[in-house]
């Protein structure tokens, strides 16, 4: 298999966590999204017409894009992805949670303030999206209040979809302190075995 990832982009943190965990080997290859690597027409063509990282090559004859459609992939038939249907759909509906109401606010924000910069209409934005950031926290803060995973009594791909840019929401100058269960979950899945941090690369 060979990700096309950009090692900064949470959401490519998410398949490289994954492939560890379930121990598969894979080649990486890197594309500089801030140097508009991932919109040439060479990348469209052969990779993702979408532009973006990550895409999974799979060695089958296909090439996945959508990090949580990666995952659910990747997760199919493993402990990752529970076969309990209610389980199953709690686990659809925090990665439908993640890309919706986390992703585009927490995420967005690390981008601007840390990786890529802040664009000339996203002044007026920062307190918008500061808002809806911590209206998601606060969701995850509820959940994880009283439970030790997002679902069920064990990490989920719901976990490593949510933990990639929670863990780094700092970057994006949110205040995680206000979030106390939330700081004992990220403690607890970075105890999990294979667990890499997201400047990690297969050799």
């Known amino acids: 298999m060979i990700l096309h990832d950009f090692l900064p982009s949470g959401n490519g943190y998410k398949i ?8 598969r080997e894979f080649s990486l290859v ?27 090559d799979t060695g089958e004859g296909h090439v996945l894009a959508e990090s949580n459609a990666i995952l659910l992939f990747l997760a199919e038939g493993t402990k990752w992805l529970p076969a309990d249907k209610w389980e199953r759909t709690a686990v659809y509906q925090w990665l439908f949670f993640e890309q919706y109401e986390h992703e585009p606010n927490v995420a967005v924000l690390r981008s601007w303030l840390s990786v890529k910069g802040t664009p000339d209409y996203g002044h007026a934005l920062l307190p918008i999206k500061r808002a809806a950031a911590h209206n998601a926290l606060s969701v995850m803060e509820d959940r994880l209040k009283d439970h030790d995973w997002l679902v069920g009594s064990d990490c989920t791909i719901a976990d490593i979809a949510l933990y ?8 994006g100058g949110l205040d995680m302190a206000l979030y106390p269960a939330i700081g004992r979950w990220l403690k607890r899945f970075s105890t999990l075995p294979a667990y890499v941090p997201i400047t990690w690369k297969p050799e």
């Open 164 to 171: 990639a840019y929670t863990h780094v929401a700092d970057e």
């Open 16 to 23: 490289r966590l994954m492939l560890r965990f379930l121990g």
């Open 30 to 56: 890197e594309h500089d999204i801030t140097k508009g690597e991932t919109r040439t027409d060479d990348y469209r063509k052969n990779v993702n017409p979408v532009g973006r990282i990550p895409a999974l």
